[in-house]
């Protein structure tokens, strides 16, 4: 596929082409429990939303499992999350609790008064963080990103407290 990736084995079994193995690489998930992961972590205040929004951890948090293990892809680190965060929904993460919105979206009503984001302003530190993992990735010629693609409503299966994210169609 590419002459400029030691390991394109992702991007060849994407595109269907013939590979000697299933391509490997770790959920971005799975890196929060490498001892890099909590360093950084730790380092950044203990704030998985400042993470995400600084491009230069989002890429040293990404390169961690490739640095660490022989893996196929680098999963970038980021968080659908950061969509409704974009459009001032007050995403909060709490301790025990994972996300909740300040302003969750419940009817009709709410959807209308939606904003769509721009990507070049209120999603920049995705974009950098993009380009920080694509640069680093591409100076040792190791392997490709990519994003586990989910939609940006994905949260709306979860129940429980009035504040966590819901949408209702219904309305």
Request: net charge positive; aromatic share 8%; with cysteine.
């Amino acid at each position: 596929m590419s002459g400029t990736l030691k390991n394109d084995l992702l991007l060849r079994a994407l595109l269907r082409e013939p590979t000697p193995r299933r391509p490997i690489w770790l959920m971005r998930q799975a890196g929060r429990y490498l001892p890099e992961y909590r360093a950084t972590r730790a380092r950044a205040g203990n704030s998985f939303l400042a993470m995400c929004t600084n491009p230069d951890i989002a890429c040293e948090v990404t390169l961690q499992p490739v640095d660490r293990y022989p893996l196929d892809a680098a999963i970038l680190f980021s968080d659908i999350l950061t969509i409704p965060h974009a459009m001032n929904l007050g995403l909060e993460f709490e301790a025990g609790e994972g996300p909740t919105f300040a302003h969750p979206v419940r009817t009709g009503a709410d959807i209308a008064k939606l904003g769509v984001p721009d990507p070049g302003r209120e999603l920049r530190y995705v974009i950098d963080a993009v380009a920080l993992v694509r640069r680093e990735l591409a100076a040792e010629y190791r392997s490709s990103v990519s994003q586990a693609v989910r939609g940006p409503w994905r949260p709306t299966w979860w129940k429980g407290a009035a504040a966590r994210p819901s949408v209702r169609s219904s309305e």
